[in-house]
């Protein structure tokens, strides 16, 4: 039974394939398919296999775990672990715990904005960063702090959260041969 509302078709519409290889995450739904408790897990192993959460994918996941599409999108909405758009290349995570936020970690979010033009949350146009931010990175003796990739630089000043975005800019560049002269 639907309602055949507008949420309804909302819901269609946004859980549609949209072009995901569902084929990639075949594996993983027969290898859960009957093992209830295991949404948060492949969850985490359809992350790993697309880089995010695509809406296809979830819905697939719904559908071969028996379960409602709200429940899997709640849960993949729920949990900050989960991202429902791609992200760049490279991920940054500017911590918001205490101890960053009183040494400044506003002004490194000021200073990362700028340099890459975006805002939290976003991606630059370039797809190599996707800024964002976390409630606790764990390094509170490196306040302010920010991860990328895994590895933690800090304490960070504006100044110093700049250049570390132009050295990873500038490997880019030298792996790419992009900014090469002739």
């Known amino acids: 039974m639907t309602c055949g509302c507008s949420h309804q078709k909302r ?49 697939a996941i719904a559908r071969e775990l028996k379960l409602k599409p709200s429940k899997v999108y709640g849960a993949a909405t729920f949990y900050t672990q989960f991202r429902l758009k791609p ?23 000021t200073a990362l904005c700028e340099e890459l033009q975006v805002e939290i949350g976003e991606t630059t146009a370039d797809g190599v960063f996707t800024l964002d931010t976390a409630a606790c990175l764990g390094c509170c003796s490196l306040a302010p702090v920010m991860m990328i990739d895994g590895q933690a630089y800090g304490p960070l000043t504006p100044d110093k959260a700049r250049a570390v975005i132009k050295k990873i800019y500038s490997a880019e560049s030298a792996v790419t041969g992009e900014g090469e002269t002739a």
């Open 11 to 59: 819901w269609e519409t946004a859980f549609n394939n949209n072009g995901v290889d569902l084929t990639l995450i075949k594996s993983v739904l027969d290898r859960y398919r009957n093992q209830p408790g295991s949404l948060i897990t492949v969850l985490q192993e359809t992350q790993a296999i697309y880089g995010y959460l695509p809406m296809g994918a979830l819905a």
């Open 87 to 109: 992200v760049g290349k490279h991920l940054i995570l500017l911590c918001q715990g205490t101890a960053c936020h009183v040494n400044g970690a506003d002004r490194i979010a």
